[in-house]
């Protein structure tokens, strides 16, 4: 057991924590996150979350927090900012080890369930990044495997410790996404109750919960509060009502059926082993009351997503923790039948020529056809790189047909995917990462910006801008996007501009001081029309950065703080 622990513990280092570095930071989520947490730390406030020095009230605080303090202890990089994710899916798996072994006594069956979980493609490519899904889903999955040991407990104190644990993670749940947290411990504890017969048991227990939820939401609900009044009416609202219930609001629409091809895509390289799951989970009790939490836990939240009007590909994460222990339970069941003959065999097979057919694709498309390729000439080593990761994926599933024991079917089909999912952080296209990773672009201009330097910008780039340029004063160009509720404050509607304030704003005379334009390429085809001619130009991919003299002195109160009138030198900011 302790060669087995130190294995999988060693391969998460170097699967999750050790390419976090690698990549470069991508827009908007990755920099949003990260500038929230870098501006908390730069501004000593850690109570009101803002956004280039704006009231950013679409998320509650913990989060932002977590990211601060990985920023404070680590620096100002890309893997400080994307370790709370990566813990919290090992945190996950953790728990799910402990879960799946207490309620079916099986070790090995408990080592199938985090394997599973780690090893999936969703997982892996949220819990990589810089984004709060990961963190939420580990603190739902902690409330809800606390709940269940506090109902399957009987002696009493220790039943209302695990309730009491179940709450106050719930309560961080709340702070990391808000109401949603409740709702969905509700309508996973509601349906489990009445198909167990202990509806008035569940209730009770549930209350426990909500209430030591609330008490550890409470400190920093009330301070936001009296720091900012009008934060629990946009938050409620807009934040829930619209994005998640109304036709006319939130983001994101998509159809009723849009999260199963993502939750089949998601659950890769395991999607194939349904068949063996199935198979198990035929014969397993209906009784057993950990079958029926994981189906309550996955099946009705899973539901309600789809249900919800706004969807995206992450909100669907914290439906894979229950469906893991699912697989397990199925799993259990089969190998318990013998020498698990269903495990996969059909759809191993057909995983083995799909990769080979994909890999001979490419490989061709590469050679044959210029105009279609992925990679360009100066990306050899990744199209080799990838080969060799689906190579190995294939003879490891070939192995994985041929081994004789479940427990070694398991471990061969487990190792299968590992290279090409750390491949994944090098082999990336250029053509898929050059308009969304514009840190490094930015960073080549960062002598020519001092804090004197107005800048301006899009909203797609606007964080990115902030984070490299270490700024929280950047004026926006065009639309008000996600920071529109934050520019709608009096003190911060200046910071909004159309092209026509913006042409004033560089026909200002302040001194020896230069403007900073940074935006899209496609937005600048746009502008570039009608704006005087720049003192420096550069367009590199998706972006450009476009620097102009202050010139010719005008009258420019109206777009301008009214703390910069009557300074004749430096920037408005």
């Given at each position: 057991m302790a060669k087995v622990t130190i294995t999988m513990l060693a391969l998460f280092f170097v699967l999750y924590i050790v390419p976090l570095g690698v990549r470069p930071m991508v827009i908007p989520d990755e920099t949003?996150?990260?500038?929230?947490?870098?501006?908390?730390?730069?501004t000593g406030d850690w109570v009101v979350p803002r956004l280039n020095g704006l009231r950013y009230f679409e998320k509650p605080i913990l989060g932002h927090w977590l990211h601060a303090l990985s920023i404070r202890l680590l620096g100002?990089?890309?893997?400080?900012?994307?370790?709370?994710?990566?813990?919290?899916?090992?945190?996950?798996a953790l728990m799910l080890f402990f879960l799946v072994r207490r309620f079916t006594g099986d070790t090995l069956v408990a080592i199938v369930a985090p394997s599973v979980f780690l090893t999936c493609v969703e997982v892996y490519g949220v819990g990589v990044s810089c984004v709060l899904d990961s963190i939420f889903s580990m603190l739902i999955t902690a409330s809800m495997i606390a709940f269940f040991f506090g109902f399957m407990e009987t002696h009493p104190l220790k039943r209302t410790a695990f309730l009491v644990c179940s709450g106050v993670v719930l309560g961080l749940a709340f702070l990391t996404k808000g109401?949603?947290?409740?709702?969905?411990?509700?309508?996973?504890?509601?349906?489990?109750?009445?198909?167990?017969?202990?509806?008035?048991?569940?209730?009770?227990?549930?209350?426990?919960v909500a209430v030591t939820a609330v008490l550890t939401t409470l400190p920093w609900c009330i301070m936001i509060h009296l720091r900012e009044p009008?934060?629990?009416?946009y938050f409620f609202w807009v934040e829930h009502v619209d994005r998640l219930i109304s036709p006319h609001g939130g983001q994101h629409p998509n159809p009723f059926w849009y999260f199963i091809p993502i939750l089949l895509g998601g659950t890769l390289p395991w999607t194939p082993?349904?068949?063996?799951?199935?198979?198990?989970?035929?014969?397993?009790?209906?009784?057993?009351?950990?079958?029926?939490?994981?189906?309550?836990w996955f099946l009705f939240p899973f539901l309600f997503f789809s249900a919800c009007r706004g969807k995206l590909g992450t909100y669907i994460l914290p439906c894979f923790p229950p469906l893991i222990v699912l697989f397990a339970i199925g799993l259990r069941r089969e190998f318990?039948?013998?020498?698990?003959?269903?495990?996969?065999?059909?759809?191993?097979?057909?995983?083995?020529?799909?990769?080979?057919?994909?890999?001979?694709?490419?490989?061709?498309?590469?050679?044959?056809?210029?105009?279609?390729?992925?990679?360009?000439?100066?990306?050899?080593?990744k199209l080799l790189l990838l080969a060799i990761g689906l190579l190995t994926y294939a003879v490891l599933l070939i192995q994985a047909g041929r081994a004789t024991g479940y427990a070694r079917?398991?471990?061969?089909?487990c190792l299968a995917p590992l290279l090409l999912m750390f491949?994944?952080?090098?082999?990336?296209?250029?053509?898929?990462?050059?308009?969304?990773?514009?840190?490094?672009?930015?960073?080549?201009?960062?002598?020519?910006?001092?804090?004197?330097?107005?800048?301006?910008?899009?909203?797609?780039?606007?964080?990115?801008?902030?984070?490299?340029?270490?700024r929280n004063d950047v004026l926006l160009l065009g639309r008000a996007g996600e920071l529109a509720y934050g520019l709608s404050y009096d003190d911060s509607k200046h910071r909004l501009l159309d092209i026509d304030q913006f042409k004033e704003l560089i026909m200002t005379d302040w001194g020896d001081e230069h403007i900073a334009l940074i935006v899209s390429s496609e937005q600048y085809v746009e502008y570039r029309q009608v704006l005087p001619k720049p003192v420096c130009e550069e367009v590199d991919g998706g972006f450009v950065f476009v620097e102009f003299v202050f010139f010719n002195p005008v009258a420019a109160g109206s777009i301008l703080s009214p703390k910069c009138e009557g300074q004749p030198k430096g920037g408005p900011f």
């Open positions: 949003r996150y990260a500038e929230m947490g870098r501006e908390m730390v730069e100002e990089n890309a893997f400080a900012i994307r370790l709370p994710s990566a813990l919290a899916v090992g945190l996950s109401f949603l947290a409740f709702l969905l411990l509700a309508i996973v504890i509601i349906p489990f109750g009445i198909w167990h017969r202990r509806l008035k048991e569940a209730t009770c227990r549930f209350l426990v009008d934060f629990w009416h082993q349904i068949v063996a799951v199935v198979y198990g989970l035929r014969k397993a009790p209906c009784k057993d009351p950990l079958l029926r939490f994981a189906a309550c318990a039948t013998g020498t698990g003959k269903t495990f996969g065999s059909p759809g191993r097979v057909s995983a083995v020529y799909i990769i080979v057919i994909l890999g001979v694709a490419l490989l061709l498309t590469q050679a044959l056809i210029p105009e279609a390729r992925i990679y360009r000439p100066g990306e050899t080593w079917k398991f471990v061969f089909s491949s994944a952080h090098f082999i990336i296209p250029d053509r898929l990462t050059e308009k969304k990773t514009p840190t490094e672009f930015l960073r080549r201009h960062k002598d020519r910006i001092t804090q004197d330097t107005v800048i301006v910008s899009d909203i797609s780039l606007t964080s990115a801008v902030c984070w490299s340029y270490k």
